[in-house]
């Protein structure tokens, strides 16, 4: 270059930059690769199954293992109440919705780690993989709640003093999306903090389990002493689990209180987790 000539600025067509320093969730972006959340969720979807001889029979078997493990453990030996319900059809109301939220939690927990070969390669909003996580997570809590119906039937042939309201099916997917919120808000979290801290990853299954033992899954929330049920408060999954049991099947459900505390504390772990999620895509592939 010769001296004293000026030097060409180089412009270019499309920047790609944070839309601010502080929070640099772009939507409209999500938005607009919403095709490609279809593509992750169909790959999730084919090849958890791909190679397997059982298939989606998996989302029947597992929770009706559990949900007889829990029968003998926690009904019988333990000799928990069941709220009034059949003690199975108790279980696995608990049990299909906790299974949707540990899904979302542990999978959007390695978003980075798991997709780092793609993410080094081709942008996009990182933010499309997690909520490809979401929906194919839903897949198997529907598949489920055809099992739960096909459970409430036989239970009602049993036992025809059994409560079932129909019209308690319009709040399902309210509560679904409660859950997904939530799982997707804290999974975030979880995976911008293993991009610095790898180890966190095998801290994540003990966790989910000790919130489980934490949550009304096997034992109702009714029976729960009146000096504790401040700490269910500062539980967002309780709220659904209970709800769920109480517009199907007329149990006693939750006070309001703690509805708006979970339902707060849902919105909270959703803001921060997009908030740490966003701003730690930026850096991860440098680290990871």
């Keep these: 270059m010769s001296k004293g000539l000026p030097v060409k600025k180089e412009s270019w067509e499309i920047v790609i930059a944070p839309r601010s320093k502080v929070f640099a969730l772009d939507l409209g972006s999500v938005w607009r690769y919403r ?3 279809f593509m992750f969720f169909k790959r999730d979807f084919v090849t958890t199954y791909k190679q397997t001889i059982l298939g989606p029979l998996w989302y029947i078997i597992q929770p009706i293992a559990t949900a007889l493990t829990y029968y003998v453990i ?63 997570g839903m897949v198997a809590l529907g598949i489920q709640f055809f099992l739960l119906a096909a459970l409430t039937l036989t239970s009602w042939l049993n036992d025809n003093s059994l409560v079932f309201h129909l019209q308690g099916i319009l709040f399902i997917p309210l ?41 009304p899954v096997v034992y109702p929330y009714s029976q729960i002493p009146v000096k504790y049920q401040w700490f269910f408060h500062f539980n967002p999954m309780t709220a659904p689990i209970e709800t769920l049991r109480s517009v199907l099947f007329g149990t006693q459900g939750v006070p309001a209180s703690v509805w708006m505390a979970n339902l707060g504390i849902t919105l909270f772990l959703l803001f921060l987790g997009t908030l740490v999620f966003t701003r730690a895509e930026s850096s991860a592939m440098d680290t990871v």
């Design 74 to 136: 926690f009904g019988k030996i333990a000799n928990l109440s069941s709220d009034g319900l059949p003690p199975l059809l108790f279980y696995m109301s608990g049990i299909i919705l906790w299974t949707y939220f540990s899904f979302c939690l542990t999978s959007n927990s390695e978003v980075f780690s798991k997709n780092s070969s793609l993410f080094s390669k081709v942008y996009f909003p990182r933010l499309v993989v997690p909520i490809s996580v979401i929906m194919s």
């Design 175 to 215: 509560i679904v999306l409660h859950i997904a919120l939530l799982g997707l808000g804290v999974g975030l979290i979880v995976s911008a903090m293993t991009v610095r801290f790898r180890d966190l990853v095998f801290a994540v299954g003990f966790f989910t389990q000790l919130w489980m033992y934490g949550t």
């Design 35 to 37: 095709d490609l959340i």
